[in-house]
């Protein structure tokens, strides 16, 4: 039986920076964990910031699993854009891995986490904005810039998750899914 060694190193190299953080986890620590020579992970990997970088995009294609499970055809197009950005920001808060960079970021600012932070917002926007524009052809919304209203609806979702429970109770997945309705799809406007 043949050991993917390629395999063992991502599993130990999560573990590492899960508990860790980035800036502590060193390839040395993760050649341990993986039980390998730390030669080994250079065989596939440049470098600290190539194995976080790997680690990260697959957990971005699971987050993106995530919202896209949350969907349902039948159900019309502002449900399903909650649904998904709903999955997606629960599935940052409840990841033990996001929770992790997103407390270094706080307390550290590493370079290289607010690199991969930003890289899983670009992910995040560019999902929206492609649900926004599937929006649009098919005449579910009106015609509106998707790049500018994912990121409105991004920021006001973040808001209402992270920044709200700061310092009130938590909102309920319904009464943010009434939120977005609100503010986002029917407006302000009293019309």
């Known amino acids: 039986m043949s050991i993917d060694r390629k395999k063992l190193i991502l599993e130990a190299a999560t573990k590492s920076f899960t508990q860790f953080g980035y800036k502590a986890t060193t390839m040395d620590l993760v050649a341990k964990l993986a039980n390998v020579g730390k030669g080994t992970i250079y065989?596939?990997?440049?470098?600290?910031?190539?194995?976080?970088?790997e680690i990260f995009t697959t957990l971005l294609k699971e987050m993106k699993q995530k919202a896209d499970e949350a969907m349902e055809p039948s159900l019309p197009?502002?449900?399903?854009?909650?649904?998904?950005?709903?999955?997606i920001l629960e599935f940052r808060k409840t990841h033990q891995l996001t929770i992790?960079?997103?407390?270094?970021?706080?307390?550290?600012?590493?370079?290289?986490v607010q690199e991969v932070i930003?890289?899983?917002e670009r992910s995040i926007l560019s999902y929206i904005k492609s649900k926004i524009e599937d929006g649009i052809k098919s005449g579910a919304i009106k015609p509106c810039d998707p790049e500018l209203t994912a990121f409105v609806m991004l920021k006001l979702y973040i808001a209402l998750i992270f920044d709200w429970e700061k310092q009130h109770p938590p909102l309920d997945k319904e009464t943010i899914a009434g939120l977005l309705e609100l503010y986002v799809v029917k407006g302000l406007s009293a019309n």
């Open 43 to 53: 065989t596939f990997f440049k470098n600290k910031e190539e194995l976080f970088d």
């Open 118 to 120: 930003q890289k899983m």
């Open 100 to 112: 992790k960079i997103f407390q270094e970021n706080a307390e550290i600012g590493t370079m290289a």
């Open 77 to 87: 197009f502002h449900e399903n854009v909650h649904r998904a950005l709903f999955a």
